[in-house]
């Protein structure tokens, strides 16, 4: 059923391993909502990776550039994810493995942790795991810290800042009341925030090289998983997802003037009582 | 059926057990608080049945906060596992659940009983849509959103103050330093009125024509993501990736309304937009909106607003 899309030799082991996990997830800012159900409309949305998954992939490529060693990033989807996924080879990645599987669609995160606990099996020896702190589709939070207590690794939540030496990790994360500075020796799973980095954009010649970089698709099977022993360890169910109404008032302040607009505004928050 | 209740944040677990509490008085069952902070009486005050009480954890760490919660779980027998959606809850939340191996939802801000399911509703896509979710399987983990439910009235309330030991693990991450925030973010999220800044603020500078307007409402100051992040010109920034704020007045200037800026405020009572572009997505979801440019209307308004006291 699945065929091996392209499985450019091995991906090879040098030094330092990084695994990046990325999700490719419809752009929210291009989503549409159907106007009767309020429904977002998804289809035909393209999928880019998740904008923190990105900033985990640019970290990760700025701590090989510092120490060494390689990137590859892992991913579950679909075709489109696989596309996709060449912006990640683009940037910078050494390689890619791919879940893609249509019987594993729609799982939950303890069924989807369970799969990647099995991809990482599979990739084998691994320092250092990073992904986003979320991904904006589900916004979960989850996959990470679930991989990390199947993998019995430390982790270390929203970091802003990270450095990578003799065998341990340097950390700020960043925290509501406070910004913790932590240590964890290696292997280890971090969670990147949207302050870590401003991703680079690859130029055209690497996004033309990506094609030829190795990129490795497994479906269940591949994995030894059976499929129908994942989806009963799929627990949560979405029964609906729509926007929300938008229950404002709406209402247009004009006036000739704009002291008399600002009169008029003044006046119209009195009488809601908030000024 | 019982609920375990746990955050490291005592405000937001005194809301999560007034909800709990609702819940189980409708199936007749019981609400078990995880104590960390040795104040056990007043997690019974706050409407727990039995509040299991554990010392010497120290400041929050995952791993030896991990223990205490699975040792909470087997001993409550619990079926509707709550923590606070802090930072720290989530990233404790993941792990119990992928311990057990069941499923988790996380900054749920809704939780009620449609026959014996737990039904949640949550926002995905990045805050622009609502997700009504439930587990099919209990146990169930799930974590509540600051501010989603109200706390109970503070009453002497009788309860079971149970001890609970625990081997405590030393914790696999060291913290090396603490370093406090600028306070003024926490400032913005407790704010009655907020005025908020956007792009429409050509320089740093230019963001000082809002001190006078947040003077004279004694309203917090706060601003975009870009404001924030890009330019720096703030430490922090309201938004589904920033502050979630719940004022009765969110004032916007210059904000265009980008979706993950508008699901942060949408708890706003009466949100007011100005910006000169009349297309601008904020004048879509706000209650009053001036298509005018913030560098006119903010000073007018200081002006009007003087006279009037």
């Known amino acids: ?275 | 059926m019982r609920f375990l209740v746990y955050s490291e944040d005592r405000e937001l677990a005194f809301q999560i057990l007034a909800k709990a509490r609702e819940l189980a008085d409708i199936k007749g069952s019981e609400v078990v608080a995880l104590v960390t902070d040795g104040a056990p009486q007043d997690y019974i005050n706050q409407g727990a049945d039995k509040a299991f009480n554990i010392e010497g954890l120290g400041s929050f760490a995952l791993t030896p906060y991990r223990a205490a919660m699975l040792k909470a779980v087997d001993e409550a027998a619990a079926d509707y596992i709550l923590i606070g959606a802090t930072k720290r809850g989530k990233e404790l939340a993941p792990r119990i659940a992928a311990t057990l191996g069941v499923g988790c939802m996380n900054e749920c801000y809704s939780m009620r009983f449609e026959d014996d399911r737990l039904v949640v509703e949550k926002l995905t896509y990045g805050g622009s849509t609502v997700a009504t979710e439930y587990s099919s399987r209990v146990p169930t983990v799930i974590t509540v959103s600051p501010r989603s439910f109200e706390k109970l009235e503070a009453a002497e309330r009788s309860g079971e103050i149970i001890a609970l030991d625990v081997d405590i693990p030393e914790p696999e991450v060291k913290v090396i330093e603490v370093r406090e925030k600028p306070k003024s973010s926490s400032d913005v999220e407790n704010a009655d009125i907020i005025i908020s800044a956007g792009r429409g603020f050509k320089a740093k500078e230019d963001l000082k024509i809002l001190d006078k307007l947040a003077e004279i409402l004694g309203a917090a100051i706060g601003c975009t993501r870009p404001i924030s992040a890009d330019l720096g010109w703030m430490d922090f920034w309201v938004g589904i990736s920033g502050k979630k704020v719940k004022p009765s007045l969110y004032i916007t200037c210059g904000i265009s309304g980008q979706i993950q800026h508008v699901a942060g405020i949408r708890d706003s009572k009466i949100i007011v937009s100005i910006n000169n572009d009349e297309s601008a997505g904020i004048h879509g979801v706000s209650d009053y909106s001036i298509v005018g440019d913030v560098y006119e209307v903010v000073p007018a308004l200081v002006k009007v607003l003087k006279e009037r006291a």
Do not use: C, H
């Open chain 1, 1 to 275: 059923m699945i065929t091996l899309l392209s499985s450019v030799g091995n991906i090879g082991r040098r030094n330092m391993r990084q695994v990046v996990l990325l999700k490719a997830i419809p752009d929210v800012n291009e989503i549409k909502f159907d106007p009767r159900s309020r429904a977002p409309v998804t289809a035909g949305v393209k999928k880019k990776i998740s904008e923190l998954d990105k900033r985990a992939l640019e970290a990760a490529i700025q701590t090989k550039d510092a120490v060494g060693g390689e990137v590859v990033v892992l991913s579950m989807g679909d075709d489109k994810t696989n596309t996709a996924l060449l912006a990640a080879l683009a940037m910078g990645a050494d390689g890619a493995y791919i879940v893609i599987d249509p019987e594993l669609t729609g799982l939950d995160t303890n069924a989807t942790s369970k799969v990647l606990e099995a991809a990482m099996k599979e990739i084998g020896e691994y320092d250092l795991i990073i992904s986003g702190e979320m991904t904006l589709d589900s916004m979960s939070s989850q996959i990470g810290p679930r991989l990390a207590e199947l993998l019995e690794l430390p982790q270390v939540t929203y970091v802003k800042e990270f450095s990578v030496a003799d065998g341990k990790v340097t950390a700020v994360r960043d925290l509501e009341d406070v910004d913790e500075v932590v240590e964890v020796a290696l292997p280890a799973l971090i969670t990147v925030t949207r302050e870590i980095n401003e991703p680079r954009i690859p130029s055209l010649m690497k996004i033309m090289r990506a094609k030829k970089k190795p990129r490795i698709v497994w479906d269940a099977p591949a994995l030894g998983l059976e499929v129908e022993s994942i989806k009963a360890m799929s627990y949560v169910i979405i029964t609906d997802v729509t926007a929300p109404l938008v229950e404002r008032k709406q209402i247009k302040i004009e006036a000739n003037t704009v002291e008399e607009v600002a009169a008029k505004l003044t006046e119209a928050l009195a009488g809601e009582g908030v000024i």
